[in-house]
């Protein structure tokens, strides 16, 4: 009786670690830049989400930087913006006296994050800013098509500019809405059929099938809307392309490992 009793409690602890590795969450490095930079301070100065820089009395351009439209006057590329995040700019804004003069003048000044911020935690920022600025595109003219109705839908609203965040969703089974581009995707769709029934009818048959699986499609928050009656045609080809492309190296220039914490 007793080696049953143990056999029993064996397996249900294996069943609780499996359980809790499944349900474990698989942010994508924009989320974890957006919670990295709520939890550092970055949008006190750049506003909620980076999109509305606060004023910056004495400056010329009078407002700090926002992530979105500002972005791209600062920095060309992801390694431009990891400077700038590094050392507080970039090696070619320090060498220019009319820009150090500028600086100087303003009451705000970005701080540099070498040293209190480790180089994965700075390669997540560097990623969310680069979604918030909507950088890179795709060059695939059905990639973006797909990109620009996935704006229209308001589909970004939930999964982020781009598809790219996780933003949190309550009682769901990871705690979040799951982005394009993370690791959390396949689980969800398996192939351009199950995506469609995403898109069509807010669910896949396959998770209906699941008793478990429905359930928290049930209890979540956020559930995902049924679209089907306002899908134009060629939608969910479009769609699906824009997600293959986002979930290709062409849509990560700069990735980073791991993070400071979820």
């Known amino acids: 009786m007793r080696l049953i009793l143990v056999f029993v409690l064996a397996l249900a602890c294996v069943a609780i670690v499996a359980f809790a590795i499944v349900r474990r969450p698989q942010l994508p490095p924009a989320e974890r830049g957006r919670r990295l930079a709520e939890r550092t301070g970055c949008f006190g100065c750049h506003g909620p989400g980076g999109t509305r820089g606060t004023n910056n009395p004495g400056r010329i351009d009078k407002t700090v ?124 769709a398996r192939d351009s059929a199950e995506f469609r029934e995403w898109a069509q009818q807010g669910r896949c048959r396959r998770f209906d099938r699941n008793p478990a699986a429905r359930l928290f499609l049930q209890r979540e928050d956020l559930k995902m809307p049924a679209f089907e009656r306002f899908l134009e045609p060629g939608d969910p080809a479009a769609l699906w392309a824009y997600v293959r492309w986002l979930r290709s190296p062409a849509a990560r220039p700069m990735t980073s490992p791991s993070a400071d914490g979820d």
């Open 65 to 188: 930087p926002n992530f979105q439209d500002d972005v791209m006057m600062f920095a060309k590329t992801p390694e431009e913006i990891h400077e700038w995040i590094s050392s507080g700019a970039t090696k070619k804004r320090q060498a220019s006296l009319t820009w150090r003069e500028e600086r100087a003048r303003g009451a705000l000044k970005m701080p540099a994050w070498k040293g209190r911020m480790s180089e994965a935690g700075m390669g997540d920022l560097t990623a969310y800013v680069m979604a918030m600025a909507g950088v890179p595109e795709p060059d695939d003219s059905l990639a973006a098509t797909g990109l620009r109705r996935a704006a229209d839908l308001g589909c970004t609203g939930c999964h982020g500019p781009g598809g790219r965040l996780a933003r949190p969703n309550p009682r769901s089974w990871k705690g979040y809405v799951p982005s394009w581009d993370g690791a959390d995707f396949p689980e969800l």
